[in-house]
């Protein structure tokens, strides 16, 4: 795979935006169980990055605190969404140009298309510091919730926020 944007890219583009984050090194996270004894000393809500397709051939990418319940079947309906499952790694690493594992918003910046979906967690967006990987899943980034809404915007995304905890 071929990295559209590097995680230089990505803090430039902060920047020019004049977002402020901070950047926690780490080893390696795949999943959310390995992150909780790395994310225990980086204050914020650690997120999740489900990278779905849908029925009608849509991409979706659903992001939500790290230990939300997310029931594919009944958030299906309330995005507006057809029989919603896991898209595949290649079409990862086409559209988002980052591996599995490394899944986040900020690969937004790789979607030029502007072919994905964007759904928020509504009481994620109401919190004040939010982290997730900066393209890659060695580090965690710590960003304000406006901010990732404007970096997202920026990306030319307009993100659906939902009350995700209510759904299903």
Known sequence: MTLKCSRDDLFARFEKLAIKTETFEHT???????????????????????????????????????????????????????????????????????????????????????RVNVVLDRWMTEQSVLNFHPLENTATTSISAPDLIAFIKSCGHEPAVVALDEIG
């Open 28 to 114: 390696p996270i795949m999943t959310v169980e390995e992150g909780h004894a790395v994310w225990k000393d980086i204050p914020g809500v650690h997120c999740k990055n489900l990278f779905l397709k849908d029925g009608k051939k849509d991409y979706w990418l659903i992001v939500a605190p790290a230990d939300r319940a997310i029931n594919l079947k009944a958030i299906t309906p309330a995005i507006g969404a057809k029989r919603l499952s896991f898209a595949r790694p290649e079409r990862l690493q086409e559209i988002l140009a980052v591996e599995p594992g490394s899944v986040t918003p900020f690969a937004l910046i790789n979607d030029e298309e502007a």
